[in-house]
């Protein structure tokens, strides 16, 4: 009984955090949102379709890298929890797999070096417009747009995991799930 209580105020944290994180990419939102106004009133069309597309392939890349990173790991956890009676075949598919989603991982790391020597350029020209406080904005805008992303997805792995945990160790000692949080 302890240790689902602990699992349950665990989750209650998590959760609590997870709202938090959602008011700091808001709050983010809403100054990339500002950086963009700004750009837009004061770079050309073309430029301004530039910093859109880089904003928008950020996220993209972001959450590519983190998803092919994810799904890598949890086939690697399948290929070594296997046990002595599975078949040949599962054991050829789960190895396929793997080596399909890393070299699907390594294509994703080099579009995200792309990405980042598209920052580059796109941060000069920003810099053409924005001055200091404007220009730390969308700096700082730009650093916790992926930092945001990948603190968001490691809070729901961590929430889904306890949730699992939660109604595992519900199952095993017979109780019903009560409604797990989330």
Same mark, same amino acid.
């Given at each position: +009984? ?37 750009? &837009? ?62 070299? &699907? ?33 969308? &700096?700082?805008?730009?650093? +916790? ?38």
């Amino acid at each position: +009984m302890q240790l689902i209580e602990s699992l349950s105020r665990k989750l209650s944290v998590l959760q609590e955090a997870q709202r938090g994180l959602q008011e700091d990419i808001s709050a983010n939102g809403a100054l990339g949102e500002d950086v963009a106004a700004r750009l &837009q009133a004061l770079c050309t069309p073309g430029e301004f379709d530039k910093y859109r597309l880089f904003v928008g392939d950020l996220d993209k890349v972001v959450n590519l890298l983190l998803s092919l990173s994810g799904r890598l790991a949890r086939v690697e956890n399948a290929l070594n929890s296997l046990g002595p009676h599975t078949s040949a075949e599962d054991k050829v598919a789960l190895r396929e797999k793997k080596r399909q989603l890393a070299a &699907q991982l390594e294509d994703a790391k080099e579009l995200k070096e792309h990405v980042g020597r598209r920052e580059k350029a796109v941060g000069a020209m920003v810099a053409r417009y924005l001055r200091d406080e404007h220009l730390q904005d969308y &700096q700082h805008f730009v650093k +916790m747009k992926s930092a945001l992303i990948t603190e968001q997805r490691e809070l729901e792995e961590k929430i889904k995991l306890g949730q699992e945990q939660l109604r595992c160790l519900q199952e095993s000692l017979g109780q019903a799930p009560r409604s797990v949080p989330g």
